[in-house]
């Protein structure tokens, strides 16, 4: 049974940092991009980042460019999120996805076939 499992979320102040991990059950890993996706309150769920399944290739959406950074230990089976400068707007929660390496467009959510239950971020201002 496949499994992503996120851990790392909680509750911040403005302009504080988080690490988000999703460890991921699915082998071999390394033929697997990975996606951060994010649903904030009454919101659609959205893009936040992606890699390659080498690791090389990474994506930002405009609003964490600069401030989020994806990466991946193939060796360890995870995936990571490190979040900086956090804002209110980043509230919601992150799930993390994995697409196979073969077909994947990185912002498009249909390409992902596995996904995590996410974890809740929550940015006090």
């Known amino acids: 049974q496949v499994q992503l499992v996120e851990s790392g979320g909680g509750l911040v102040q403005t302009g504080d940092s988080l690490r988000l991990s999703c460890a991921v059950s699915?082998?071999?890993?390394?033929?697997?991009?990975m996606g951060w996706f994010r649903q904030g309150p009454g919101k659609e769920r959205e893009f936040v980042a992606a890699i390659s399944s080498s690791g090389t290739g990474t994506l930002y959406a405009d609003s964490v460019k600069g401030r989020f950074t994806i990466s991946r230990d193939n060796a360890k089976n995870t995936v990571y999120l490190q979040m900086n400068s956090l804002k209110p707007e980043d509230t919601a929660v992150y799930c993390c996805?994995?697409?196979?390496?073969?077909?994947?467009?990185?912002?498009?959510?249909?390409?992902?076939?596995?996904w995590g239950q996410g974890t809740q971020v929550t940015v006090s201002s």
């Open positions: 699915i082998r071999p890993f390394s033929s697997w991009a």
């Open positions: 996805a994995a697409a196979p390496a073969s077909r994947w467009t990185p912002k498009e959510k249909s390409d992902y076939i596995f």
